[in-house]
């Protein structure tokens, strides 16, 4: 048995690509063939959290348990944190996250007597878009100055609403998908517009039970369980036979 100070982490990439998780597959089914008592699994290339993300996390976790192994997270930043908490998955990993860190997470709430400008973009359903988008996203929210967990939240909403869009929308080619993110006094709304396959993200759905899922290693609805837990409301329609239309509002507090 290799002791385990003596096994490096394994890195978990940012953009999860086929290949990429195959690589990382295969590296963690070497590791485990070792029988360490602990694998470090370094999430320090992580960006923006995507439920990708969260299945590899506990898939890796329950090929561990099979070894007797545990999964330790490092460099686990807040919103890796945040999305694990609101799936109530969290407390399944050992992780090194920084009580500085969380102590970064709250702010004062925006002061939004006034009206606010009101972000507008169109983009591309491509996947490459979507990073270029959340940019102008992310200022648009720093502008507002409301507290950083409040910010992780809006933007692991946007990430995964954008990336099933470009991903699964089959929306055509030259169509723009419309975001409108328009804040007012006690809340923020995201409405997205695209003219892809209907899809209803808010039509019955059995309720997402972690222990469960993990179990039975389901690999589906991860991401909306993600967008309905931040989210204070969301509501879709379709709009003249031939938009879907998604609308998010997320309370200040």
Known sequence: MVE???IQAIRI???LTADSQAAFEQELKSLLALQPATICLDCSEIEHVTSNHIKVLWESRAAAQETGATIRLTSAGVALKRVLEVLDLYCL?????????LDLATGVMPDLKQPSTVLHVEF??????INTVLARFRDFLRELNIPR?????????????????????RVNKGNLVSLMVI????????RFVDSG??????SPRPPFRPDA??????????????????????HYNRQDGQFNVLTIEKNWS
Not at 213 to 234: C, E, S, W
């Open 197 to 202: 396959q209907p899809f209803d993200p808010t």
């Open 124 to 129: 591309e359903a491509e996947a490459g878009r």
């Open 93 to 101: 990993f050992e992780s090194d996250i920084s009580t500085d860190e």
């Open 183 to 190: 804040p007012k006094s006690d809340r923020i709304t995201l």
């Open 13 to 15: 990439p940012d953009q």
């Open 149 to 169: 967990m409040c910010t992780v939240e809006l933007e692991t909403i946007f990430y995964e609403v954008a990336t099933n869009i470009c991903l699964h929308g």
């Open 4 to 6: 385990t100070k003596q």
């Open 213 to 234: 899922a993990i179990h039975n290693r389901q690999n589906r609805g991860l991401g909306l369980t993600i967008i309905t837990r931040m989210a204070n409301r969301v």
